[in-house]
């Protein structure tokens, strides 16, 4: 099956949009009606075909389209992607698990051949076609961990571990729903984590730390964040706050199913080998009002879960404001009937 | 939420006499494939087969992490342990097929540090082996001090040597050759990071000087699997599977809730990592807590166990498991 991808801009006209068959596929965060921070962690093993868990690092109709996204980004601001000197070697790790899983995954898109540290990896999607030396830096572009994550949708970070803490210290982070590396880089888990409500009262950032300190190589684990957004901008950033915090006040009924987008992000962490650190790809995911309630058990749940959203999450969020209008429109799609377990969309 | 990494079945591909009481063995795997890549520190749980009963045993990887086509760790022989040691010297033979589970490390290099200073006494070397080819790799800065019991058991010290030249510092105990540890702690420069893998007595010894130093505990490494100690047997209420067991003299309580057939977590399997915690519900008697990990509070509380070190003496224990 080939995968065919769009031409579509996240930025000035947006003609971000999803297909029939991405909307279908989209990682719908909602397992009931309502929701609240919890250690939601479980294995990141494959998971059924098709879906966006068939394989480590999912590559989408978006793929090409979010690339160049990244690359404009990163031409205005460079400081969206640091790396401290010492956490090359974590670079190195997550070259090697994403050349290895996508190669392994999508043979006929990627090939990653191997002769001794001479490696070849050749990205046909992207056209590239690069030979290299790994652990020697000066045979790539750029460093490692960059190098990979402008061929990689999602955002990255890298955390090394030291005296019972994770310390976010290098990353790729173009994609981001309103935090920034440049001002977290350096900071441990709970400080980094200082600004989310609740979820420290709940114990909730303890006992993820306590686990992510004994992650094992070959075990990761994922987890599902979401918030919303207007427009379909992947980059919001505080750095670009001027360009998207003004079209929060343009929410109306007549656009709120056009322009206010669900986003969901797909984290998965993954223990590396040679440095011991942990990755972090955040894998954002957008889908429009609109598209979303062409699935009806999507339509009624959102409903529910926006309605009943604790205060504190939804201004911590962002979209308060907007909530009533948002409610409002889900409510149209919402005729009171249960929905199903879990959030695989129901048989048609 | 499991921490389990899948299990690696392997072959012994090699038997090395390296002295007395050191045997070094090499792994590769059944498959022909390459090993998991790791960190230096990192440690593997070998799984045996000694005549039905099962046996779990952590030990350092000594091998190059760059070396992906095998694992090599060293055991030293312990006549007075519970016999997982003994298995190996006695039992394991080029061509066996064993288990290993996925390597751990619970005794990482700090990637910050200027400069590593390492200091091992006797097979405390091994962890070091794997670190010192990797530092060597990516143009770490370090320093070893290795001190051992006599020339003939300082194993691995002339390849070593060649290896690393004046980088390497030995001692032997025999000829009353001391680390000069103060001298040597007032030597390093800003921003060394100091690691200790040994004998109980020395690694107390190196903490406390570090400290006496000055140093900051951040910059203070160490690395103390304990054996599970042999003791006299006793019985324990798992709650949550409803079964109850009794643990052998030489065997380990999680040894014997394994055996039990009732899933437990662990990584270390020696008293350091916190993975097999679990809850206390009731004890009547007394829990000899042997852990590195339980703060004296909750050893004192009586409200938790580490299974794989700690025993119980007493009438009842009823564990959350
Ligand atoms: C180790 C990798 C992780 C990194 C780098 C990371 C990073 C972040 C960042 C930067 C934020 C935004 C904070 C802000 O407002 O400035 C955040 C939010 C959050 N994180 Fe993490 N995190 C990690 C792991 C986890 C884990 C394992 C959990 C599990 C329970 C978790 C739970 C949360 C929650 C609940 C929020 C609030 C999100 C929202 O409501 O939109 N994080 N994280
Ligand atoms: S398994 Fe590590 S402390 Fe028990």
């Given at each position: 099956?080939?995968?065919?991808?769009?031409?579509?801009?996240?930025?000035?006209?947006?003609?971000?949009?999803?297909?029939?068959?991405?909307?279908?596929?989209?990682?719908?965060?909602?397992?009931?009606?309502?929701?609240?921070?919890?250690?939601?962690?479980?294995?990141?093993?494959?998971?059924?075909?098709?879906?966006?868990?068939?394989?480590?690092?999912?590559?989408?109709?978006?793929?090409?389209?979010?690339?160049?996204?990244?690359?404009?980004?990163?031409?205005?601001?460079?400081?969206?992607?640091?790396?401290?000197?010492?956490?090359?070697?974590?670079?190195?790790?997550?070259?090697?698990?994403?050349?290895?899983?996508?190669?392994?995954?999508?043979?006929?898109?990627?090939?990653?051949?191997?002769?001794?540290?001479?490696?070849?990896?050749?990205?046909?999607?992207?056209?590239?076609?690069?030979?290299?030396?790994?652990?020697?830096?000066?045979?790539?572009?750029?460093?490692?961990?960059?190098?990979?994550?402008?061929?990689?949708?999602?955002?990255?970070?890298?955390?090394?571990?030291?005296?019972?803490?994770?310390?976010?210290?290098?990353?790729?982070?173009?994609?981001?729903?309103?935090?920034?590396?440049?001002?977290?880089?350096?900071?441990?888990?709970?400080?980094?984590?200082?600004?989310?409500?609740?979820?420290?009262?709940?114990?909730?950032?303890?006992?993820?730390?306590?686990?992510?300190?004994?992650?094992?190589?070959?075990?990761?684990?994922?987890?599902?964040?979401?918030?919303?957004?207007?427009?379909?901008?992947?980059?919001?950033?505080?750095?670009?706050?001027?360009?998207?915090?003004?079209?929060?006040?343009?929410?109306?009924?007549?656009?709120?199913?056009?322009?206010?987008?669900?986003?969901?992000?797909?984290?998965?962490?993954?223990?590396?080998?040679?440095?011991?650190?942990?990755?972090?790809?955040?894998?954002?995911?957008?889908?429009?009002?609109?598209?979303?309630?062409?699935?009806?058990?999507?339509?009624?749940?959102?409903?529910?879960?926006?309605?009943?959203?604790?205060?504190?999450?939804?201004?911590?969020?962002?979209?308060?404001?907007?909530?009533?209008?948002?409610?409002?429109?889900?409510?149209?799609?919402?005729?009171?009937?249960?929905t199903s377990p879990g959030w695989m969309p129901d048989p048609e | 939420m499991s921490v389990g990494a899948p299990k690696i079945p392997v072959t012994v591909a090699e038997v090395t006499e390296v002295n007395d009481l050191i045997k070094r063995f090499r792994f590769v795997r059944r498959d022909g494939g390459p090993m998991p890549p790791f960190s230096g520190g990192a440690h593997v749980v070998v799984e045996m087969d000694d005549h039905g009963t099962r046996r779990m045993n952590p030990y350092s990887l000594m091998g190059d992490p760059a070396d992906s086509t095998g694992y090599c760790i060293s055991v030293r022989r312990d006549e007075a342990g519970r016999g997982g040691s003994l298995y190996m010297h006695h039992h394991v033979r080029p061509g066996m097929q064993m288990v290993l589970g996925a390597p751990v490390n619970l005794f990482a290099l700090d990637a910050r540090a200027r400069e590593h200073l390492l200091i091992a006494g006797g097979i405390g070397i091994t962890p070091f082996i794997a670190q010192m080819a990797q530092l060597e790799a990516l143009g770490g800065r370090f320093e070893l001090h290795y001190a051992a019991r006599n020339r003939a058991l300082g194993a691995y010290m002339p390849a070593l040597r060649a290896a690393y030249g004046d980088r390497v510092h030995t001692y032997f105990d025999d000829e009353r050759q001391l680390i000069d540890l103060p001298a040597l702690l007032a030597g390093q420069p800003l921003g060394t990071h100091l690691y200790v893998c040994g004998p109980k007595g020395m690694i107390g010894w190196v903490r406390a000087?570090?400290?006496?130093?000055?140093?900051?505990?951040?910059?203070?490494?160490?690395?103390?699997?304990?054996?599970?100690?042999?003791?006299?047997?006793?019985?324990?209420?798992?709650?949550?599977s409803g079964k109850v067991i009794t643990v052998g003299a030489s065997q380990s309580l999680l040894e014997a809730i394994e055996a039990a057939g009732v899933e437990a977590p662990y990584l270390c399997r020696g008293g350091a990592c916190g993975q097999c915690e679990t809850a206390v519900l009731a004890c009547d008697g007394h829990i000899q807590h042997n852990d590195h990990w339980l703060t004296d509070d909750q050893k004192a509380s009586g409200t938790r166990i580490m299974p794989c070190v700690s025993r119980f003496e007493g009438r009842t224990l009823v564990l959350d498991r």
């Open positions: 099956m080939g995968l065919t991808f769009n031409t579509e801009t996240f930025r000035g006209d947006f003609t971000f949009h999803n297909s029939p068959a991405a909307i279908r596929r989209f990682p719908f965060p909602f397992d009931r009606d309502d929701y609240m921070y919890s250690v939601n962690m479980e294995p990141h093993v494959p998971g059924p075909k098709g879906t966006v868990f068939e394989h480590n690092f999912d590559v989408d109709e978006h793929y090409l389209s979010e690339m160049r996204d990244r690359a404009l980004v990163l031409a205005e601001d460079p400081l969206r992607c640091q790396s401290l000197p010492h956490m090359t070697l974590a670079g190195w790790d997550l070259l090697e698990l994403i050349m290895e899983s996508k190669a392994r995954d999508y043979p006929d898109l990627f090939e990653l051949h191997k002769n001794g540290n001479r490696w070849h990896w050749i990205n046909r999607p992207m056209q590239i076609d690069q030979s290299f030396t790994f652990l020697d830096e000066t045979t790539l572009p750029y460093g490692p961990m960059e190098y990979i994550t402008r061929q990689a949708q999602g955002d990255f970070t890298l955390q090394d571990q030291r005296d019972d803490n994770l310390w976010i210290e290098a990353g790729m982070v173009t994609t981001q729903a309103d935090w920034s590396l440049d001002f977290d880089i350096g900071m441990g888990f709970h400080e980094w984590h200082a600004p989310v409500p609740k979820a420290h009262e709940l114990g909730v950032f303890d006992r993820a730390l306590k686990f992510l300190l004994k992650l094992q190589h070959g075990a990761p684990v994922r987890r599902f964040n979401w918030t919303m957004t207007v427009d379909p901008l992947l980059d919001t950033s505080p750095e670009n706050y001027p360009v998207w915090g003004p079209t929060r006040a343009m929410i109306t009924p007549g656009n709120v199913g056009s322009r206010m987008h669900l986003r969901v992000e797909l984290q998965t962490l993954h223990r590396l080998p040679r440095s011991n650190a942990i990755a972090f790809p955040i894998r954002c995911y957008l889908i429009r009002f609109d598209e979303l309630v062409t699935i009806p058990k999507w339509g009624r749940r959102l409903h529910r879960v926006i309605r009943d959203l604790p205060v504190e999450l939804a201004t911590y969020k962002g979209f308060e404001r907007n909530r009533a209008t948002m409610v409002d429109y889900l409510a149209r799609f919402d005729d009171g009937a249960p | 000087s570090a400290e006496a130093a000055g140093w900051p505990r951040a910059t203070v490494h160490h690395e103390e699997f304990l054996a599970p100690p042999v003791g006299v047997p006793f019985t324990v209420d798992l709650a949550a």
